[in-house]
């Protein structure tokens, strides 16, 4: 089965958090699928944290070692539909999405995702 990344997944390999640090570098091996949407969460949250520069080198690395899935008209409506059956965020959504249309295993920590009832393998990062 192929593996999926959330913004969650990859804030915390940036921050070296463990274990999700190190299990996302595993996963990195295997070139995981992860959504434009989730990739803006870790643009976003990087440039607050550390400038525009930053982040901008985060997502050119991301492009290097991850495979993006832009969201296409049909992904945008799954991804409303799992947000809409699931009280999450519209971009956990998107990264549940994401792992369905790969048949991928979802990395992540994310609290709203482990308590859901997600229609795609999750694997607990924390």
Same mark, same amino acid.
């Given at each position: 089965?192929?593996?999926?990344?959330?913004? &969650?997944?990859?804030?915390? &390999?940036?921050?070296?958090?463990?274990? #999700?640090?190190?299990?996302? /570098?595993?996963?990195?091996?295997?070139?995981?699928?992860?959504? &434009?949407?989730?990739?803006?969460? +870790?643009? !976003?949250?990087?440039?607050?944290?550390?400038?525009? /520069? +930053?982040?901008?080198?985060?997502?050119?690395?991301?492009?290097?070692?991850?495979?993006?899935? /832009?969201?296409?008209?049909?992904?945008?409506?799954?991804? #409303?539909?799992?947000? #809409?059956?699931?009280?999450?965020? !519209?971009?956990?959504?998107? #990264?549940?999405?994401?792992?369905?249309?790969?048949?991928?295993?979802?990395?992540?920590?994310?609290?709203?995702?482990?308590?859901?009832?997600?229609?795609?393998?999750? /694997?607990?990062?924390?």
């Amino acid at each position: 089965m192929s593996l999926c990344l959330d913004s &969650w997944a990859v804030l915390r &390999w940036l921050e070296g958090v463990e274990p #999700a640090a190190s299990r996302v /570098e595993q996963a990195l091996v295997e070139r995981p699928c992860m959504s &434009w949407i989730n990739v803006g969460e +870790v643009f !976003y949250v990087s440039t607050r944290a550390g400038g525009r /520069e +930053v982040a901008g080198s985060i997502v050119d690395d991301l492009r290097r070692i991850v495979r993006l899935d /832009e969201p296409s008209p049909e992904r945008v409506l799954q991804a #409303a539909t799992i947000k #809409a059956d699931h009280p999450l965020a !519209y971009a956990d959504a998107f #990264a549940i999405a994401t792992a369905v249309a790969h048949d991928a295993a979802l990395l992540t920590g994310d609290p709203e995702i482990l308590a859901s009832d997600a229609p795609c393998p999750v /694997e607990d990062l924390r």
